[in-house]
């Protein structure tokens, strides 16, 4: 259980990491970059990639299957 929190936090972490890369990269499009340009330049950075690394992380510790835990009361 302690495993999939840290898993999906380091997930959540690297997807915050990410977008905030890719929010600062808009200014490309001010310098005079159209569209199919800056995604172009986002797709092959990897501290973009981590956004959807990120996201990876999150869906594979919310969807895997634990251990057989029992809940004692």
Known sequence: MLLRV????????????GLIYIISYLNLLAIGYNFLEYANFIIR???CM???????????SIYSKGGNYELHI
């Open 6 to 17: 840290f898993i999906f936090l380091l997930g959540y972490a690297l997807t915050v990491i």
């Open 45 to 47: 950075r990897i501290e």
């Open 50 to 60: 981590y956004t959807l690394i990120g996201i990876l992380l999150m869906i594979i």
